[in-house]
């Protein structure tokens, strides 16, 4: 049996927490069991039934009301030992990669962060993502209990081949005052006007220096917004102080996985490539044709960003009425 620690939003789950549950129904048999903190509400339950999950196992109590790795790991692994889990298993997101890493080292086996494929069973033999996604190892989990998180669009989420009537199991762990030393006390709004979640997105929109300063974003932002998607910069954007850090691209950044990826006045350093070369598709804007996003790209428009984006806008504008 499979424990996924499924991520929540308003929405429900999170898509890369759906694209994990469908991630372990490639291995063959496996039953699976969600974990989410708070109450599964109908739209999570609907959600989860249709990933094929048999419990929904719900964290409550005061020491799940905040983000604490620790705590939250305490209670996995609670919860692994109760259900007697053979693998547990969160999306490869900065939380599910710190809360699995805390649980394998409680468990004393190893864990794989960013797996995009399961090459063996029994033993359990993956392949993940490393160097920041510009090599595959191949990593072999022989512990009993296999410990690893999925890599953002492994696999797109889809429903199991039958729906489930999932139990919901309210679990109100023990956690030690230890554990529960570093949790988040207060969060702040984002200074900037919401531009979407870079690592779910499936259109992005990268700007780097070539926007030329802070004020030059406007038609980047309003593409972005056309086409329903995250804006994401490089480093020396944030660096300038031209947009927050939370937007940045690469090594040091989100790494983005979209269907689309539109970089404009990037030149596509070797660590911004780490964090956007797994697009399914990218669109380059620049203005130096040897630049090497330009020559890595499926496609490229050699041309000023200034001139070629608001030109995007406008037909993009005309389509959608
Ligand atoms: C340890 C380490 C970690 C790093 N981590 C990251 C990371 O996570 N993410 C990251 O991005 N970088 C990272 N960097 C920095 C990286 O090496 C590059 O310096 C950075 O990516 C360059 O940003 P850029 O492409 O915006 O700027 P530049 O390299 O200066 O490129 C600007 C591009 O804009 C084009 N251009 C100029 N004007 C226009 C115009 N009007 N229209 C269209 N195109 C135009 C130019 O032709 C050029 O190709 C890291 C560096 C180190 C050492």
């Given at each position: 049996?499979?424990?996924v620690?499924v ?42 039934a249709?990933?094929?999950?048999t ?16 705590a ?24 599910g ?17 960013n ?21 595959l ?39 030690s ?16 006007a ?10 992005v929109?990268?700007?780097?220096r070539g ?30 102080g031209?947009?927050p ?7 040091t ?48 428009v ?20």
């Amino acid at each position: 049996m499979i424990v996924v620690l499924v991520e929540t939003e308003e929405s429900g789950a999170s898509v890369v927490s759906q694209e994990a549950l469908t991630f372990v129904r490639t291995i063959p048999g496996a039953e699976v069991h969600a974990v989410v903190v708070g109450a599964a509400d109908a739209t999570l339950r609907a959600q989860l039934a249709e990933q094929g999950v048999t419990a929904i196992h719900c964290l409550v109590g005061d020491s799940f009301t905040a983000y604490a790795a620790a705590a939250w790991a305490a209670a996995l692994v609670e919860v692994v030992s109760t259900a007697s889990a053979t693998a547990v298993v969160a999306a490869g997101t900065p939380r599910g990669n710190e809360i699995l890493a805390h649980v394998a080292t409680r468990l004393d086996v190893a864990m794989a962060a960013n797996v995009i494929a399961v090459d063996a069973v029994d033993p359990l033999v993956v392949s993940r993502q490393v160097v920041g996604g510009s090599a595959l190892e191949e990593m072999r989990l022989g512990d009993t209990v296999a410990v690893f998180t999925v890599a953002g669009h492994a696999v797109d989420p889809a429903p199991a081949p039958s729906p489930t009537q999932p139990e919901v199991v309210q679990a109100e762990p023990t956690v030690s005052a230890d554990d529960l030393r570093a949790r988040v006390v207060r969060t702040e709004e984002r200074e900037s006007a919401d531009t979407g979640s870079l690592t779910s997105a499936r259109v992005v929109v990268g700007a780097g220096r070539g926007v030329g300063g802070a004020d030059g974003f406007d038609d980047l932002v309003e593409l972005t917004e056309l086409l329903g998607g995250a804006l994401g910069v490089s480093r020396v954007v944030t660096s300038l102080g031209w947009r927050p850090h939370h937007e940045q691209v690469g090594q040091t950044g989100s790494r983005v996985a979209p269907d689309v990826y539109i970089p404009c006045g990037i030149s596509g350093a070797i660590q911004h490539w780490a964090g956007c070369q797994s697009a399914k598709t990218i669109l380059a804007i620049n203005t130096d044709a040897e630049a090497p996003m330009v020559t890595k790209a499926h496609y490229a428009v050699v041309g000023d960003l200034h001139e070629v984006v608001p030109a995007i806008n406008a037909e993009l504008r005309k389509r959608l009425g």
